[in-house]
């Protein structure tokens, strides 16, 4: 076989723990789910609704041009149609972009650590891969441009950053594009962007009016709580988005998915009521982290980075066999650590209480 050599060594994503292992291998009756940084309150009523009348064949392929969703969410941002590209997940855009851009010969530039699929899709393009360590989980963007030469094809900012929740500004931003070239492509992941509330936050639909060489990507998979469906989507300038397109695989967004979608995006009143329920989530995680003397960066997504200098295996066990499932900040990069999706208020007590015991019996060791 004819495999990519770059490939023959490449690890497939590994999802994380189901809530059904971890009952089976701890005999728990509930387990609570705090990995994958879904949304605690699901999605809004309407999107069951629109899925119950969903009258179309399932022998029928998908719209290709996801056309009602796309017309519902280019008049809800206030952008021209052709401005909006769709993927099955942001992860399926973040792929097509790498695939039409990435090759031996070129480099792509990226905070570490952060979203690993920036990685994995510049390994399987066989690109070179420039990698700019965080400072105190922020992108340190001074560095990200100093990495940029004529040969960069692609730079991924992440903001808010995940695992580390920071995010960059206004400020910041603009000061960084100001000193890359057009010939660029910068990428703006904003899988987190309905979480922020941060007052010096940026535009970003200005800022694409403004640098041509930006896309910023979105998804349905977050506080929409829409991640079974899997539907994402870019925001660039047409001519950005023209190339762009031919890349993109055929009926690539479910039907199902874009009427959901469709359905989610019209309910903002529930989007603000767990926008409201995630700042008052990460408030229990901050006096918690304040009481104990455990450091952590304060959040404008739906996480929270904790260290409490340990060993992070150690407790992602310790939590699972109290029914909570969290995400190592071994498998993340940043040993020590771990992140918390922020759940209901009960469910962030639940693990509160338990990340306790743990404090408590580490101490009589």
């Known amino acids: ?14 999802p994380g723990r189901t809530t059904d292992e971890v009952k089976k291998a701890y005999g728990l009756q509930d387990v609570v789910k705090l990995a994958s940084n879904e949304n605690p309150f699901g999605s809004s009523e309407r999107v069951a609704k629109s899925i119950r009348e969903y009258a179309e064949s399932f022998a029928i392929y998908p719209d290709g041009y996801t056309t009602s969703l796309r017309n519902e969410l280019a008049s ?32 792509t530039v ?19 891969i420039r990698e700019v360590e965080l400072v105190n989980g922020a992108h340190d963007l001074d560095k ?37 070239s057009e010939g660029v492509l910068v990428v703006l992941d904003e899988a987190y962007y309905e979480y922020v509330t941060a007052s010096d936050y940026y535009d970003a639909l200005e800022i694409i009016k403004e640098y041509k ?12 709580g829409l991640a079974a469906f ?41 989007i603000e009521q ?9 408030e229990q995680f ?30 992602f066990e310790y939590l699972m066999s109290k029914g909570y499932i969290v995400r190592s900040g071994a498998a993340l990069g940043i040993p020590g650590t771990v992140r918390v999706t922020v759940g209901s208020k009960e469910q962030n007590e639940g693990v509160i209480e338990a990340m306790k015991s743990f404090l408590a019996e580490t101490v009589k060791r």
């Open 1 to 14: 076989m004819k495999w990519k050599k770059q490939i023959l060594t490449l690890k497939a994503y590994q």
């Open 76 to 107: 809800f941002l206030n952008v021209s149609e052709k401005q909006l590209i769709f993927g099955n997940g942001s992860d399926e855009i973040i792929l097509m972009l790498s695939r039409a851009m990435l090759e031996p010969g070129k480099n």
């Open 110 to 128: 990226m905070p570490t650590p952060s979203f690993p699929q920036y990685r994995h899709n510049a390994i399987v393009e066989g690109a070179e």
């Open 144 to 180: 990200m441009a100093q990495a940029i030469d004529e040969n960069t094809a692609i730079v991924w900012l992440c903001s808010p950053n995940n695992p580390t929740g920071v995010h960059i500004t206004d400020v910041q931003l603009r000061g960084f594009l100001d000193r890359v």
């Open 213 to 224: 060489n930006v896309i910023v990507l979105r998804t349905f998979s977050k506080v929409y």
């Open 230 to 270: 899997r539907v994402g989507y870019g925001i660039a300038d047409e001519s950005l988005i023209a190339q762009l397109d031919p890349v993109r695989e055929p009926f690539n967004v479910n039907s199902v998915g874009q009427v959901a979608a469709a359905a989610a995006l019209s309910d903002q009143s529930f």
């Open 274 to 282: 767990c926008r409201t329920a995630n700042k008052e989530g990460l």
């Open 286 to 315: 901050y006096a918690f982290c304040r009481e104990n003397n455990l450091a952590f960066h304060p959040s404008e997504a739906n996480f929270i980075l904790i260290d409490f200098n340990c060993d992070s295996n150690e407790l």
